[in-house]
């Protein structure tokens, strides 16, 4: 008789899809609803989207304790640099609610951090070395989360950057992640055709769409992927960036 191990990962796949397009004064960044296992919806409403800075927002996908655990450690830190609250990230309220609370009371808020030392805002750029840097010091076992981060740098100019599970990162003018990437990246690369990152000089890479525009690419690659891809459906929830603020808006896709 064969003896069977049982095979055990830390991991899972949880699926979605998540896109982010950066335009000229604009940034957008979207994902899907459903969260799966295997070939089980866990649920049909659960927000892939995370607010890091008032003009930066990480989409993610892949494991999503993990991206939790990521959320976390990239909110709350305390004077040594070591994360010690204990909490869960809301994301609907878009705050993060504190379970336990250290004996020393020694937390701060790591924007807040930022700003004191700085005397401004944590802009997009600046979150993205620091998600680079966070992703980085656990490589050796890392978080299972693939990220884009969108939002607008310093110049008021949309920026996306793109990131595998340890921590490189490349500032790009679209990015998606997730189970549909593979269905997703291919229709923006035709629609966008974004330039070389070799050609010198540098070619601006932000997209020549309207903000319009690019919201109704958006809808469009996610109701393609959709038909495709059974970990990608639900919902579509879109968050829009721009000197005006932020706004978030829904569109409904299949939900077989």
């Known amino acids: 008789m064969?003896?069977?191990?049982?095979?055990?990962?830390?991991?899972?796949?949880?699926?979605?899809?998540?896109?982010?397009?950066?335009?000229?004064?604009?940034?957008?960044?979207?994902?899907?609803?459903?969260?799966?296992?295997?070939?089980?919806?866990?649920?049909?409403?659960?927000?892939?989207?995370?607010?890091?800075?008032?003009?930066?927002?990480?989409?993610?996908?892949?494991?999503?304790?993990?991206?939790k655990a990521l959320q976390k450690h990239l909110w709350w830190w305390d004077v040594g640099g070591h994360e010690v609250a204990i909490g869960f990230f809301d994301t609907k309220k878009l705050e993060y609610v504190m379970l336990l609370y250290p004996d020393d009371m020694s937390i701060y808020h790591f924007p807040q951090i930022y700003q004191h030392q700085h005397n401004k805002q944590m802009s997009c750029p600046a979150m993205a070395q620091l998600l680079s840097n966070t992703l980085y010091f656990k490589r050796f076992f890392p978080y299972y989360a693939f990220n884009v981060l969108g939002g607008l740098d310093t110049e008021g100019k949309g920026c996306v950057f793109t990131y595998d599970a340890v921590g490189s990162y490349e500032r790009v003018g679209y990015s998606a992640q997730g189970s549909g990437s593979t269905l997703i990246m291919p229709f923006l690369d035709n629609q966008l055709k974004s330039p070389s990152p070799l050609l010198l000089p540098a070619v601006d890479a932000v997209t020549p769409l309207s903000e319009g525009e690019a919201i109704d690419l958006v809808k469009t690659v996610f109701a393609s992927a959709t038909e495709r891809d059974i970990y990608t459906g639900d919902r579509l929830e879109i968050t829009v960036l721009n000197a005006n603020g932020t706004r978030t808006e829904f569109m409904e896709l299949r939900k077989d």
């Not at 295997?38 to 989207?49: D, H, N, V």
């Not at 607010?51 to 993610?60: G, I, P, T, W």
């Open 2 to 67: 064969t003896k069977q191990h049982a095979n055990w990962s830390p991991y899972d796949n949880n699926g979605g899809s998540v896109v982010a397009i950066a335009g000229a004064d604009y940034c957008v960044v979207a994902a899907d609803t459903r969260m799966s296992t295997g070939y089980s919806i866990l649920t049909r409403g659960y927000s892939k989207i995370s607010k890091l800075a008032d003009k930066a927002y990480m989409a993610s996908s892949g494991f999503q304790a993990d991206v």
